[in-house]
């Protein structure tokens, strides 16, 4: 079946702009996940949504990000007022229902702030 | 705060050799640990699950094993091939609370020589 897609696959934006990152998990997975990649930074959780619960926003790095996951499926990521730093790959995940279990990750998209 | 670290960073060998990657984590209490290839430009690709109660999974060429006593796991790639060259990630999640998150290691970059 398909697997998770992420849209755009490439982002470019200049400082200041606002960006939305959309994400399209796993038909059935419950479970959904942003990571950022940063070049020398490795890999770092941002958000996680878990069916109706209240998201795990512990990831967020500024007030500036934020994220919403509409009907328990498709997510979209927000950052407002792009800055420079926010240059990095942002990974979406899927899991079926629980974070113990095998994390499914989308090709990710690739933002780079002007 | 659990931090993981993976060594060597970056491995360069020729195709047929056996090779270990190693990932050490400071804090035991872990419910699974991960293992990923990610290819450049794409996203992670999960290889192989290690739950905190086993000491080792087998998928074809690829075996892991987990100490978790003493913050261990490695990766063996057994007849390695130039298909192997990839940056593997190592990723522990924690146990207990309401944190869900994957916390990755830097990876090692390999190169499999033809």
């Known amino acids: 079946g398909a697997g998770v897609s992420q849209s755009p696959s490439n982002k470019v934006t200049e400082k200041g702009k606002d960006v939305e990152l959309r994400c399209d998990p796993i038909?059935?997975?419950?479970?959904l996940y942003w990571y950022r990649q940063s070049l020398g930074q490795g890999l770092e959780f941002l958000i996680y949504?878990?069916?109706?619960?209240?998201?795990?926003k512990s990831g967020l790095p500024s007030d500036r990000f934020s994220a919403e996951r509409t009907g328990g499926s498709v997510s979209t990521l927000t950052i407002q007022r792009t800055q420079q730093e926010d240059s990095a790959v942002y990974l979406c995940?899927?899991?079926?229902?629980?974070?113990?279990?095998?994390?499914?990750f989308g090709p990710g998209t690739r933002l780079l702030v002007l | 705060k659990q931090e993981v670290t993976q060594i060597p960073a970056a491995l360069s060998v020729p195709e047929g050799e056996n090779l270990v990657l190693n990932c050490s984590f400071t804090?035991?209490?872990?419910?699974?640990l991960q293992w990923f290839r990610q290819d450049p430009g794409k996203g992670l690709t999960s290889l192989l699950l290690i739950q905190s109660s086993q000491r080792e999974q087998t998928s074809g060429r690829l075996n892991a094993s987990l100490d978790k006593s003493s913050g261990r796991s490695t990766l063996y790639i057994a007849a390695s091939q130039p298909g192997d060259s990839a940056t593997y990630l190592c990723?522990?999640?924690?146990?207990?609370?309401?944190?869900?998150?994957?916390?990755f290691g830097t990876g090692t970059l390999l190169a499999v020589q033809p």
């Open positions: 990723a522990v999640l924690n146990y207990g609370g309401a944190t869900n998150k994957l916390i």
């Open positions: 804090d035991s209490a872990i419910y699974n």
């Open positions: 995940a899927s899991s079926p229902y629980r974070a113990e279990e095998t994390q499914y």
């Open positions: 949504f878990q069916g109706n619960s209240a998201p795990d």
């Open positions: 038909s059935g997975h419950t479970a």
